[in-house]
């Protein structure tokens, strides 16, 4: 059976009768693959499909989008269906259109994602405090690089493992002179895909809404999420092909998301000063380390070889204390 049979069986038993007509992929699908399915009764609902035995991912999805609404913050699709049909794992949702590309809306993404993150810092007192940390993250990828069996499968050569561990150290000592234990910690998307997250008209203003696909990863500094807010408000939009350079992080329209953040959550010039090595603990950690659980193979490999080739050497030259301007 194909996709298809199982996406249509997934609609069925959701109660929805009208047959699909049409199927579009969704830029992104690192993981999962994901899918918009136009009804002939004009409804669109998003699906996504993988192996029959990550059936538990979705599950776990469902439960974390029925959180992020609960806030209150964020418009997030609303899960219709999980289950497994014709051998794959559907998690059927709602759809949600993307907005328009304007100013007022990257002001109204900076805002949202800081009423987000005050929610998020609420929350975090009650949780227990995790032994995951981006120091322990470091130690494991350090000891990864001393092992053949990690080497050859990432595919990196003894110069890559050297400038890898050389990034470590870099990172590590950063992050002790900016003052990174004294940052709060709370739980942290980090996952912020181009595709997954926008702004959309709603009433009479603006919303930021989740599109499809998040990952509660971590809790740590909110400073991680803003790597990819920054590649959200880029003027590209979505791309089918990506990669994961800093320039981002440099650009007017983030200046102008960080200004609209700070109104409502102010931040401090550690935790501004901690942006380039979140972005670069995200290299290091999420594509290097452990890339192969986030990304297909024939994504992974290639983002290996950026990150080593480009991303990382490039960060010695890169100036960010520009974004200390947001503090002035």
């Known amino acids: 059976m194909t996709e298809r049979h199982a996406i249509e069986r997934a609609i069925r038993d959701a109660g929805l009768r009208a047959p699909i007509s049409d199927l579009r992929d969704l830029a992104g699908g690192c993981i999962h693959r994901v899918v918009q399915a136009s009804l002939a009764d004009d409804r669109v609902v998003v699906a996504k499909v993988n192996a029959a035995e990550l059936i538990d991912l979705f599950e776990e ?24 049909f014709e051998g794959r794992a559907v998690l059927l949702m709602s759809a949600l259109a993307p907005g328009r590309d304007t100013e007022a809306v990257w002001a109204t993404f900076g805002r949202e994602l800081a009423a987000l993150h005050l929610e998020s810092q609420r929350v975090a007192v009650r949780m227990e405090q995790s032994w995951k940390s981006v120091g322990s993250d470091m130690a494991i990828l350090y000891d990864a690089l001393g092992r053949r069996d990690f080497v050859d499968q990432s595919g990196l050569s003894r110069a890559d493992c050297a400038l890898v561990e050389q990034h470590c150290d870099r990172f590590l000592e950063h992050a002790e002179s900016i003052g990174y234990a004294t940052l709060s910690r709370i739980p942290v998307l980090v996952d912020w895909n181009i595709t997954n997250f926008s702004v959309g008209l709603q009433d009479d203003g603006f919303r930021f809404f989740s599109r499809w696909d998040y990952d509660w990863f971590r809790i ?58 979140a972005y670069r603990f995200f290299l290091l950690n999420y594509v290097i380390r452990v890339g192969e659980h986030f990304f297909r193979p024939e994504f992974c490999s290639r983002l290996r070889r950026e990150v080593v080739d480009t991303h990382l050497p490039a960060l010695t030259d890169i100036d960010f204390d520009v974004l200390l301007d947001v503090l002035k």
Do not use: W
């Open 61 to 84: 999805e469902r439960i974390g989008l029925e959180a992020l609404s609960s806030t209150g913050t964020v418009l997030v699709p609303t899960p219709m269906l999980v289950g497994v």
């Open 220 to 277: 740590d500094s909110r400073v991680l999420d803003f790597y990819f807010a920054a590649r959200v408000v880029r003027p590209e939009g979505d791309q089918p092909r990506f990669t994961y350079d800093a320039g981002p992080l440099l650009e007017p329209r983030f200046a102008r998301f960080l200004r609209a953040y700070h109104e409502v959550a102010p931040l401090s010039e550690a935790e501004l000063r901690f942006v380039p090595e």
